[in-house]
Nanobody, 129 residues
Framework: EVQLVESGGGLVQAGGSLRLSCAAS????????IGWFRQAPGQEREGVSY????????YYADSVKGRFTISSDSAKNTVYLQMNSLKPEDTGVYYC??????????????????????WGQGTLVTVSS
């Protein structure tokens, strides 16, 4: 079964840090790119970051650049999102998604999230002011 499972969300004060994990199973990890997305209440889902481990490629939305770091551990089939200097506007449900080819354009806002093959169930991040 192709599956992504997010973890690591929680409640944190502004300025704090969290590390999210996205554990993948059921597909060849290095053949896929992984993206992180978030959705705040009443808002559309937005792309946050992207990684293609096999190419060493990463991408960050301007809103998180310099604060968030994406990384991966191929031995564990897991992608991480280290989030530092968190702000209340970072609050939302964070999802990871995987696809062989289309993650980057979707994360960058130039594609439809429905294009992506696999989605996790999400993990809630709440940043208090």
């Amino acid at each position: 079964e192709v599956q992504l499972v997010e973890s690591g969300g929680g409640l944190v004060q502004a300025g704090g840090s969290l590390r999210l994990s996205c554990a993948a199973s059921g597909f060849i990890f290095d053949d896929y790119a992984i993206g992180w997305f978030r959705q705040a209440p009443g808002q559309e889902r937005e792309g946050v970051s992207y990684i293609r481990s096999s190419a060493g490629s990463t991408y960050y939305a301007d809103s998180v650049k310099g604060r968030f770091t994406i990384s991966s551990d191929s031995a564990k089939n897991t992608v991480y999102l280290q989030m530092n200097s968190l702000k209340p506007e970072d609050t939302g449900v964070y999802y990871c998604a995987a696809d062989e080819a289309l993650v980057l354009p979707v994360v960058a806002g130039m594609g439809d999230p429905k294009w992506l093959e696999v989605w996790g169930q999400g993990t809630l991040v709440t940043v208090s002011s």
